[in-house]
């Protein structure tokens, strides 16, 4: 389960064992909250919200990753390839707007302009002896504030990638 805050905003958001993904407005003071909408979605998947606030991207029940508009609910993006059985373990899109990034269960990174979904950076990450990290699991990832920049982190390792090349320089 993976819970994203919107800056500014109360709602909160987070994909649960039910197979969907509850958006809910929580009240500071009772710690109560107010289900704004629920969709169709992989469990235990990544949340992001998108800088503007005005849409929210999720990793969908057929293993993908779409980015919906909060207000009506309606699809606006579906990132392509799709990322297995097990969906992005964790999303982010950048504070600039324009990536968004899925980490795969076996360490795979993908990378995408937001608006067009075009496909920017497929890579696998590798182990220092060169072989593929497929227990890399990105759940938690951040752009710089530049979006020049992806840090993802994994149990006790960090790798921050490079978004125009894809290259991991630590």
């Known amino acids: 389960t993976q819970i994203d805050k919107v ?3 109360p709602a909160l958001s987070g994909a649960t064992h039910f197979w969907s993904l509850r958006l ?3 009240n500071s003071t009772t710690n109560i909250g107010k289900r704004l909408g629920e969709f169709p979605a992989q469990a235990h998947a990544g949340v992001a919200f998108s800088p503007d606030e005005a849409s929210i991207a999720h990793s969908s029940e057929d293993h993908g990753i779409i980015r919906r508009d909060l207000a009506s609910g309606k699809v606006l993006n579906e990132y392509q390839p799709s990322l ?3 969906g992005g373990v964790g999303i982010a899109v950048s504070p600039d ?7 795969q269960y076996h360490g795979k990174v993908f990378l995408w302009e937001l608006k067009s979904g075009k496909l920017l950076v497929e890579h696998q990450l590798l182990r220092d002896n060169g072989e593929q990290d497929t227990f890399f699991q990105a759940k938690v990832m951040r752009f710089s504030p530049d979006g020049e920049h992806l840090a993802m982190a994994s149990g006790n390792r960090l790798n921050v990638m490079e978004t125009k ?3 991991i320089i630590k």
């Open 165 to 167: 090349t894809g290259k």
């Open 7 to 9: 800056p500014g905003n």
């Open 24 to 26: 809910l407005e929580l």
């Open 84 to 86: 297995g059985v097990h």
């Open 97 to 103: 707007g324009r990536f968004i990034a899925a980490g």
